[in-house]
Nanobody, 124 residues
Framework: QLQLAESGGGLVQTGGSLSLSCAASGSTVDGYAIGWFRQAPGKEREAVSCISMSGKTTIYADSVKGRFSISRDNAKNAVYLELRSLKSEDTGVYYC?????????????????WGQGTQVTVSS
């Protein structure tokens, strides 16, 4: 069974950058499309980005376009999310999720496997 573990979160100032990682175990990630989601305190979980199984297709939420970048390294069994020009509204717990198959989407109900999350806090 696929298991996911996020890392790389932390406290950063407005305008700063972070690199998040999503490490897979129990199975190889190359059979899955991967999404990143986040949840701020008191708010619903929202989609951030996703990447297709091949890595050729990426999708971003409007709120992060041009600032965040998703990538994957199937040889390392990992997916990454680069966060740049961070804003206070980017604060939240970031989760990676996986769905078997090629195509990814930004609806959380499409995903079957979830990590435990990593906290990102952006201070002004």
């Amino acid at each position: 069974q696929l298991q996911l573990a996020e890392s790389g979160g932390g406290l950063v100032q407005t305008g700063g950058s972070l690199s998040l990682s999503c490490a897979a175990s129990g199975s190889t990630v190359d059979g899955y499309a991967i999404g990143w989601f986040r949840q701020a305190p008191g708010k619903e979980r929202e989609a951030v980005s996703c990447i297709s199984m091949s890595g050729k297709t990426t999708i971003y939420a409007d709120s992060v376009k041009g600032r965040f970048s998703i990538s994957r390294d199937n040889a390392k069994n990992a997916v990454y999310l680069e966060l740049r020009s961070l804003k206070s509204e980017d604060t939240g717990v970031y989760y990676c999720a996986a769905v078997r198959g090629h195509w990814c989407g930004l609806q959380d109900y499409e995903y079957d496997y979830w990590g435990q999350g990593t906290q990102v806090t952006v201070s002004s």
